[in-house]
Structure formats: structure tokens, C-alpha cells
């Protein structure tokens, strides 16, 4: 008896053992689990990280181009308004589409309230209203919801009595 109670008691004990194994074996398995899908949310974190960097990177490289060309629209409506051309107006025409198809946005100035944010003072003259945008000396420009180039204008500010 006591020899088939040894018995028992071995078996018994390799069973304890192997549970104990299965055990560490599956916390192990869990545990590699969480750190392969922390590994993988880390690298889809880093795909979309780049993919921004990359449309920021376009972005500003366009915006570059174009800040480079807005002096040439600006000469080409200024020819326009002394120059009655059918042919300088379908250019003109032509021209800002492209700008606007890459993003290319013009700052509403003209009797608009002054926004230091997307407008430049460049005079301060008398009027009715105060901070009221009475002329636009020269356009501006946002591109990607970013000011490019503020619009510099004239304002008006009220007298006082």
C-alpha cells in the first residue's frame, strides 16, 4: 500500500507540475500577446505618423512654389486693369484655377472688418465705421486653411466728436 501510495503521490505531483507548466505557459503566451499588439498599434501609429508628415511636407512645398508665383498673378491683374485683352483675361482666368486646384485660396478684404489674423494695415484713414476694410492695396492668401500671405489693406477708423 504504501508503495501504490507512492505511486499516487508521484503522479499526483507530475500532474501539479504540469499544470503549473501550462499555467506559465499561458501567462507567457498572454503576455506575448499583449506586447506583439502593442508592437503592431506602435508601427500603425508610425505608418500614420509619416503619411502626415509626408502631405505636410507636399503641402509646404506647394505652398512654396506658389508664394514664389502670387507676384506674378499680382502683375498679370495689374496689366489687366490697363489692358482690355480677352486673351490676358482667359490667362489670368487660367492661371488662378491651377493656384486654386492646388489649394490656393484669396483672403476676403474688401468691406470686410479688419482681422489682424488674415489682414496687414498699411494705412489708417477717417471714416464712418471703425475698422472697416475700405480699400485692398494687395491681395492675400490662404493655403490648406493657412495664411500664405495676409491682405494689405486700407482701414477705416471713426472720429470722434
Excluded: C
Amino acid at each position: 500500500m504504501t508503495n501504490k501510495k507512492l505511486k499516487t503521490d508521484k503522479i499526483e505531483s507530475r500532474s501539479n507540475e504540469r499544470k503549473d507548466s501550462q499555467e506559465e505557459l499561458k501567462v507567457k503566451l498572454a503576455e506575448a500577446e499583449q506586447s506583439w499588439k502593442r508592437v503592431l498599434a506602435d508601427y500603425q501609429n508610425l505608418e500614420q505618423r509619416v503619411s502626415r508628415e509626408r502631405q505636410a511636407l507636399g503641402q509646404l512645398a506647394t505652398a512654396a512654389i506658389i508664394i514664389e508665383l502670387l507676384p506674378v498673378l499680382d502683375n498679370l491683374e495689374t496689366a489687366a486693369l490697363h489692358i482690355n485683352d480677352q486673351g490676358l483675361m482667359l490667362a489670368i482666368g487660367q492661371f488662378k484655377n491651377i493656384l486654386k486646384n492646388a489649394g490656393l485660396e484669396e483672403i476676403e478684404a474688401q468691406n470686410q472688418e479688419f482681422d489682424p489674423h488674415l489682414h496687414e494695415a498699411i494705412e489708417v484713414t477717417p471714416g464712418n465705421e471703425d475698422n472697416k476694410i475700405i480699400e485692398v492695396i494687395n491681395k492675400g492668401y490662404k493655403m490648406f486653411n493657412k495664411v500664405i500671405r495676409p491682405a494689405k489693406v486700407k482701414v477705416s477708423k471713426k472720429e470722434s466728436n
